[in-house]
Structure formats: structure tokens, C-alpha cells
T-cell receptor, first 112, second 113 residues
């Protein structure tokens, strides 16, 4: 069966510090991968998606970036965090020809 | 691009009552409409979905209806229970978008015993 792992689960970072969130999917190959952000009490905003290694599409301009160095690994990064970057970050995946998107357990980021 | 609006933002019902959440979408090319349930502090989980070639789908106490002409779809929960309390999100996926799910803002459902 397929599983998705995301870490760290929680982190508190000062403004201006870097960020790295990592996500891996097991039990499948060539998945579509996604990063979503959920601000407190808000909906899910798509940040990035990837259909293959090195292929990243950005949905909204921001100081975040994403990379896919391996088939089942997706990384969300920032060089300098802003207060507005606080939120619940969710990695997600789906099979290339499937419809259902499955979410990881999420990472709570608080920028102070 | 696709835009999904969801109503109401909050919904409070008594245990045993029915709950209905409605969503509208803007892109007539969207063909996949899932619903996710998110409990406090947890990941969203798929509870039911519908494709554009189907008007209605039911799974036990949960049903979803789709009106492609009007570009709206609804989630119906019957005989609500306290464990149904959560935030529910609708989403739409436009064609050729690699299933870039665009989500509504969510509905916080509270079921009171």
C-alpha cells in the first residue's frame, strides 16, 4: 500500500530564518506531488505541484520554493521566512492517471 | 482559472438532523469534484467524490449531487452524529490541470447531542 510521510510535524522559526519541509511517498512510482498551505481557520491553497523529477509548477508568487530531487521526494523551502508564512503545510500525492489526492499529516509552522 | 465558492462557512445541527453544504465552481471544464473532511489538527481525508458524468452518488449516510448546467454540487449528510463534527471542503479539478484541486474555503459543521 502507499504511504506519505511528511516532516517535521511542528516547528517554530524566527522571521528571516530558512525553512525546509520534506515529504516522501512510498509504494508508488512517478506520483504527482503537491504542496498546499492552510492558514489558521482558512481553506487549502495550492502552492506547488510536480509531475516528475525536477518539474515544478508554482501557483502563487511568494518567498517559498519547491524541489523534487527524487521521484518520490518533494521539498518545500524558504531562504527567509516571513510572519505571513505561518500555517499548516500539507504535502499530497496522487497516481499519475488517478483522480484521488491523498494528504500527508501536515507540518505546523509558526514564524515568530 | 477555477474558483470554488462554498456555503455556509459554519453549520450547526442537532444530532439526527440532516446537513447540506453547497459549492459552486466557475470552470465548466472541471470534471472531478471530491469532498474532504478535516478533523481538528489533522489532515483532510476524502469522504466521497463525483465525476461529471454522474448526477448523484451515495455512500451510506453521505451523498453528493452535481448539477453541471448550474455548475454547483452539494454534500448531504443524513442522520448526523457528533463524530461528523469537522470542517468539510469541496474541491473541483479542471481538465488538463494534472488534478490541481482547487478548494472551497470550508464549512465548519458542529453536531450537537
Amino acid at each position: 500500500s502507499q504511504t506519505i510521510h511528511q516532516w517535521p510535524a511542528t516547528l517554530v522559526q524566527p522571521v528571516g530564518s530558512p525553512l525546509s519541509l520534506e515529504c516522501t511517498v512510498e509504494g508508488t512510482s512517478n506520483p504527482n506531488l503537491y504542496w498546499y498551505r492552510q492558514a489558521a481557520g482558512r481553506g487549502l491553497q495550492l502552492l506547488f505541484y510536480s509531475v516528475g523529477i525536477g518539474q515544478i509548477s508554482s501557483e502563487v508568487p511568494q518567498n517559498l520554493s519547491a524541489s523534487r530531487p527524487q521521484d518520490r521526494q518533494f521539498i518545500l523551502s524558504s531562504k527567509k521566512l516571513l510572519l505571513s508564512d505561518s500555517g499548516f503545510y500539507l504535502c499530497a500525492w496522487k497516481r499519475g492517471f488517478g483522480n484521488t489526492i491523498y494528504f500527508g499529516e501536515g507540518s505546523w509552522l509558526t514564524v515568530v | 482559472g477555477e474558483n470554488v465558492e462554498q456555503h455556509p462557512s459554519t453549520l450547526s445541527v442537532q444530532e439526527g438532523d440532516s446537513a447540506v453544504i453547497k459549492c459552486t465552481y466557475s470552470d465548466s471544464a472541471s470534471n472531478y469534484f471530491p469532498w474532504y473532511k478535516q478533523e481538528l489538527g489533522k489532515r483532510p481525508q476524502l469522504i466521497i467524490d463525483i465525476r461529471s458524468n454522474v448526477g448523484e452518488k451515495k455512500d451510506q449516510r453521505i451523498a453528493v449531487t452535481l448539477n453541471k448546467t448550474a455548475k454547483h454540487f452539494s454534500l448531504h449528510i443524513t442522520e448526523t452524529q457528533p463524530e461528523d463534527s469537522a470542517v468539510y471542503f469541496c474541491a473541483a479539478s479542471p481538465l488538463g490541470g494534472y488534478n490541481k484541486l482547487i478548494f472551497g474555503a470550508g464549512t465548519r459543521l458542529a453536531v450537537h447531542p
